[in-house]
T-cell receptor
Framework: DQQVKQNSPSLSVQEGRISILNCDYTNSMFDYFLWYKKYPAEGPTFLISISSIKDKNEDGRFTVFLNKSAKHLSLHIVPSQPGDSAVYFCAASAWGSQGNLIFGKGTKLSVKP | KAGVTQTPRYLIKTRGQQVTLSCSPI?????VSWYQQTPGQGLQFLFE???????NKGNFPGRFSGRQFSNSRSEMNVSTLELGDSALYLC?????????????FGPGTRLTVT
């Protein structure tokens, strides 16, 4: 049973526009949510995180929104750049086992010049 | 600050052998987690160590083990290697400050079992 789901395997966006990557989860015990960017054969690169007590967190071009009632979070990238093209993973963990991140399957983002 | 480092980056082993992978966390981070990444299963949690103690364990057989030293460096060991153990093994170190939790990954060790 997938606890963290990224239902869109791929997303294509024009350079300069907004990229919105979505993630759903089923476990209401999750307290921490993280987004990563990944290239093949490399480790994931941490982008931004949010805890369950907040509904928004911003860092530069990246904003994460959390809707606890819908068990849904999203990552907004504005403006999108060709260098943002990669696979993006959503991950979640619960307090007390925060080191145990549960990952989604990823969404491949392509930003077209 | 230096990032998470892992050694070696690549390994080729034969079925039945054992292997030890090493991870140095970001300075000041006391928690180290290990993950296995394969094309079919994605990223799967192996175990987490905090202050030299295993705090959490994933659903992997006992052939997979780990330890953490007093300087927070960690090693994982896989005994009696099987072909299915071929994967990218990732180490991550993390920090929890207030409500902010961040986990940073190393570049990984690519293990090939023949």
């Amino acid at each position: 049973d997938q606890q963290v789901k990224q239902n869109s395997p791929s997303l294509s966006v024009q350079e300069g526009r907004i990229s919105i990557l979505n993630c759903d989860y089923t476990n209401s015990m999750f307290d921490y949510f993280l987004w990563y960017k990944k290239y093949p054969a490399e480790g994931p690169t941490f982008l931004i995180s949010i805890s369950s007590i907040k509904d928004k967190n911003e860092d530069g071009r990246f904003t994460v929104f959390l809707n606890k009632s819908a068990k849904h979070l999203s990552l907004h990238i504005v403006p999108s750049q060709p260098g943002d093209s990669a696979v993006y993973f959503c991950a979640a963990s619960a307090w007390g086992s925060q080191g145990n991140l549960i990952f989604g399957k990823g969404t491949k983002l392509s930003v077209k010049p | 600050k230096a990032g998470v480092t892992q050694t070696p980056r690549y390994l080729i082993k034969t079925r039945g052998q054992q292997v030890t992978l090493s991870c140095s966390p970001i300075s000041g981070h006391r928690s180290v987690s290990w993950y296995q990444q394969t094309p079919g299963q994605g990223l799967q949690f192996l175990f987490e160590y905090f202050s030299e103690t295993q705090r959490n364990k994933g659903n992997f057989p006992g052939r997979f083990s780990g330890r953490q030293f007093s300087n927070s460096r960690s090693e994982m060991n896989v005994s009696t290697l099987e072909l299915g153990d071929s994967a990218l093994y990732l180490c991550a170190s993390s920090s929890l400050a207030g409500e902010t939790y961040e986990q940073y990954f190393g570049p990984g060790t690519r293990l090939t079992v023949t």
